[in-house]
């Protein structure tokens, strides 16, 4: 319903507490908690969010997404539209994930009113679809769909290490001219939901300091928020929202809260846990009922998973593998293997005897519910959490009238264990949790209460250690900023993100990222990006271990997990050779890296031969051949499809029609024709057959790779002018084959970035200075180098050009040695300032700045190069001629923009400025994506 306003203007009515309920129980098919609706009606209320949440594991914590879209519909004026909940567990992220798809379909495709009102309500605050949802984990293309817009309603899920890398302007896997970027979109407009924020202190304290950082400036909305949520609070603020008793009036609620759960403690001979866990889980199954069928068995390590799961398999048990060291398609697998006998929802004690072994990951967040679960001794905290997995939703307790069980598996003679008094993966913690627990239960004779309301004393030094974030500096935040190029000296971001460790080698290392490729030439790349769903995390120095060939290191599955020296040698020596390759972008190909010149959140393209994985996850020992699943990840992706005819990917196909091969008919036809037999095969896995119906029904790209014998065809459908490898960081924005004009170009990327910046709730002066600067940031193109690059160096045709392009004309085709010496946008700069209609603006340095800077290559200093054939250049709109002579991109011009970037970072702030590049970089961008796809 649509009620009059001033004018001739409608607006819907404003949401209320009853809508909420009814798009909860659209969008889930069942009612919102108690605690739910009351905080909704308090965030609607009040217009901001408390700072802290603190509710016991198996209250639906998860629901704060489901909150935060709802509150962006109701209040879109105080409310954030990026929505980031950060988890430190790479399993629960993709879960997570699955809420916000959920939440997703349900606005895009619901008959139910409440969530199409809603929707409405998005959809006329935010325009395009009602939200968007994305992970970051570890991708490169895989996650950058969350930057095409900076208008639109996002949720993300997130872990640590991305999330953080991007708010401290060094974002893992992203090149240095798109840093910004990501910067500014994580740095405002966004609230952040910190899960588990207990264990996540170092982050949760470098989160306050960017907040309390930024300035206030007129016109630019603050609506940058935190929250931290936990079970167990490591501090409790004066803004927390927590349960009172009204809350547990609900049955449901009630009866997940108050499940009687124990846990009894079993000691072992200590070695190795790797060697001592797996034969103490099999004494322990044989202690099971008939009614403990799902049994969930928690380890510390990721080696001692695989050896757990190796023996049961080895004994003829059931068992499934389920780490956060897994590639996402390889997880994906494996969850979707074990997700009935997890599910909740499913009656307890049914169905067949099957073990889930894991590790951290499943900790926080995952909505699991096992039967019995076996777990190694950890921390008291990291227990609490693994019992949350435990009779999630209290049924075994109810029905069956007794305590779900657990078994605690530790040293008998803890003093002497060796190694256990000071785990690599969790310090002390561990053995003051185990004394304790011996001392509670009188040596392990009584059973441990592990109910959720149970809260026994423990110890501080029993909880998992709290490390702190390094006080956050204005100095930190301006050598960070300094994306392009960067400073020869600044501050790792790790400890802002893990903390700070007493020791100096850092157990807490950041990740890297690993792709196996068979193919990692440039071209190849192009045509089959790199995908999230295809990458792999592993700790920095585990990474450089398995390169190197040494000693296996012991990996935990916490985030910049912990790795500590194990006791064998890897199987082979990864001698990478040109096996293993960084990737630098798209605008650069990758280079060959030695495994000591690895650095941290570097994406490595290796050799499948090489090995690394079994079973689906890490294991440097392995030398088992890798699944390239590069096609398959295009296909997760659900923006481009592609088969690459490559011989070394799929042997069980028929043989692939090769470039070399003597045949009369033409490339096409024998594609067509192997396609055709493919979709003809049986057996495929699913993701081909959708990529060959894909292939069938729009037809195919078909594009050689390499030369010579080796050479072979990738054939694609789908969007190529996707943001994922046309990303405005290069010149390749303007090879496009639109022959779209400057002036049409230039208006269109004004419109278009005025409707973005009034959307956000910019105030009058920036919309017009954004506007301002769209409508001229690209008028350097007008050097006839350029424009000899737009028409593929045909002098002909250039003369007969009536305008100057923006975006070359079909089929041009450029030369690596045809662009001009000096950046179109530093001439841009330029050709502005000598014009003198800056009388425009409000802010001038804010326009220069943000031509300069439209393709991220000045921060701080701009990248001049020296023309050695200097000319005049100019242009004219219609309305104003605008000139400037190349050889006046010096170093007083560097000077001057440089000196305009420290004036705005001081008054904007550092993410204030950022997030106004990146609504110009991404109006720019997107315009480009329209142009082409209308082409």
């Excluded at 001592?276 to 068995?297: H, Y």
Aim: glycine content about 8%; overall charge negative.
């Amino acid at each position: 319903m649509l009620r009059q306003a001033r004018g001739d203007r409608v607006r819907p009515d404003p949401l209320t507490e009853g809508d909420f309920i009814g798009f909860f129980r659209g969008v889930h098919g069942l009612d919102p908690y108690p605690w739910q609706v009351r905080l909704a009606r308090q965030v609607m209320d009040a217009g901001s969010w408390p700072d802290s949440v603190e509710l016991p594991t198996g209250s639906g914590k998860t629901a704060l997404l489901d909150l935060a879209v709802f509150a962006l519909a109701a209040r879109p004026d105080v409310m954030s539209r990026r929505v980031v909940l950060v988890i430190n567990r790479r399993t629960v992220v993709d879960q997570a994930y699955e809420h916000v798809a959920k939440i997703q379909a349900a606005l895009a495709e619901s008959d139910d009113a409440s969530v199409q009102r809603v929707a409405s309500h998005l959809s006329r605050a935010c325009g395009d679809s009602p939200i968007n949802g994305v992970r970051l984990r570890g991708g490169v293309h895989y996650s950058r769909s969350w930057a095409d817009r900076p208008d639109t309603a996002w949720v993300t899920v997130s872990t640590v290490d991305q999330f953080g890398s991007r708010l401290l302007f060094r974002a893992y896997g992203v090149g240095p001219k798109m840093r910004p970027v990501q910067a500014g979109l994580a740095g405002s407009d966004c609230l952040v939901i910190l899960d588990e924020a207990h264990l996540e202190q170092p982050f949760a304290e470098t989160l306050r300091q960017v907040r309390e950082a930024q300035p206030t400036v007129e016109g630019l909305p603050c609506r940058y928020q935190v929250i931290q949520m936990s079970a167990t609070p490591a501090v409790r603020s004066a803004r927390c929202f927590r349960l009172d008793e009204d809350d547990l009036t609900c049955p449901e609620l009630a009866r997940r809260i108050k499940a009687r759960k124990v846990a009894h403690l079993r000691s072992v001979d200590w070695g190795k846990p790797h060697e001592t866990i797996p034969p103490a889980v099999l004494k322990i199954i044989e202690e099971l009922d008939d009614s403990e069928t799902v049994v969930g068995i928690v380890v510390n390590r990721v080696r001692t998973a695989r050896e757990v799961h190796g023996l049961l398999t080895a004994a003829g048990y059931p068992a499934h593998l389920l780490t956060g060291r897994m590639r996402p398609l390889d997880r994906d697998a494996a969850v979707r293997a074990v997700q009935a006998a997890v599910d909740p929802s499913r009656e307890s004690g049914s169905g067949d005897l099957t073990f889930i072994v894991a590790t951290q990951c499943i900790e926080v967040g995952a909505d699991y519910s096992f039967d019995a679960v076996i777990t190694e001794v950890a921390p008291i905290d990291s227990l609490r959490q693994r019992f949350g997995r435990l009779d999630r939703r209290g049924e075994m307790a109810s029905s069956r009238d007794r305590a779900a069980r657990a078994w605690i598996v530790g040293p008998v003679a803890p003093k002497t264990a060796a190694g256990f008094n000071e785990d690599p993966v969790y310090g002390g913690a561990v053995a003051a949790t185990w004394a304790h627990l011996l001392q509670s239960t009188n040596n392990g004779t009584l059973p441990f209460d592990a109910s959720p309301l149970a809260k026994p004393e423990f110890p501080g030094s029993a909880l998992a250690p709290r490390l702190e974030a390094p006080l956050l500096l204005p100095h930190h935040m301006d050598a960070w900023a300094q994306t392009n190029p960067e400073p020869a000296q600044h501050p790792p971001i790790d400890r802002f993100l893990h903390g700070m460790l007493a020791d100096a080698d850092s157990r807490r290392p950041p990740d890297v990222s690993i792709v196996w490729r068979y193919d990692r030439s440039p071209t190849a790349l192009r045509a089959v990006p790199l995908r999230g769903a295809e990458m792999l995390q592993v700790p920095w120095r585990a990474a450089i271990a398995w390169l190197r060939g040494d000693q296996e290191l012991e990996v935990s599955d916490l985030d910049g997990g912990v790795a500590a020296m194990g006791g064998r040698r890897a199987r082979h020596s990864a001698d990478a050779g040109d096996g293993c390759v960084r990737w630098r972008g798209h605008d650069n190909p990758p280079d060959r890296v030695l495994p000591e010149e690895v650095r941290p959140g570097d994406v490595l393209i290796v050799d499948p031969t090489l090995g690394g994985l079994s079973d689906g996850t890490w294991n440097p020992s392995s030398d088992l051949v890798v699944t390239d699943l590069g096609d398959a990840a295009q296909h997760a992706y659900q923006r481009r499809f592609t088969l690459r005819l490559d011989p070394r990917l799929y042997p069980w196909l028929p043989r692939a029609p090769r470039p070399t091969d003597d045949s009369d008919a033409s490339d096409l036809e024998r594609i067509e024709e192997w396609i055709a037999a493919v979709a003809a095969a049986v057996d495929q896995p699913a993701w081909m057959a959708d990529t060959v119906a894909e292939l069938q029904a729009h037809g195919q790209r078909v594009r050689r790779v390499g030369a010579g014998p080796t050479a072979y065809f990738i054939v694609s459908v789908g969007v190529h002018a996707e943001a994922a490898t046309m990303d405005g960081s290069d010149e390749s924005q303007s090879v496009t084959g639109t022959g779209v004009s400057l002036r049409d170009h230039l208006g269109g990327v004004g419109a278009r970035v005025r409707k973005y910046a009034e959307r956000l709730g910019l105030g009058p002066a920036l919309c017009s200075d954004l506007e301002l600067a769209a409508r001229l940031h690209d008028i350097g193109k007008s050097d006839p180098r350029f424009q000899l690059q737009m028409v593929g160096g045909d002098v002909v045709a250039l003369e007969c050009l009536e305008k100057p392009l923006a975006k070359s004309l079909p089929g041009a085709r450029t030369s690596p040695q045809g662009w001009p010496a000096v950046y179109h946008e530093m001439l841009s700069v330029l050709m502005v300032r000598n014009n003198g209609c800056l009388s425009d603006a409000y802010d001038e340095d804010l326009v220069l700045h943000l031509i300069a800077n439209h393709h991220g290559r000045a921060r701080s200093l701009p990248l001049l190069r020296h023309d050695d054939e200097p000319r005049q250049v100019g242009y004219s709109d219609g309305d104003r001629d605008y000139a400037a002579h190349t050889s006046e991109a010096g170093p007083e011009l560097a000077h001057e923009m440089a000196e305009r970037f420290w004036r705005l970072t001081r008054r904007y702030g550092h993410h204030g400025l950022a997030w106004l590049e990146t609504i110009l970089r991404q109006a720019d961008q997107q315009q480009s994506v329209f142009e082409r796809a209308a082409g």
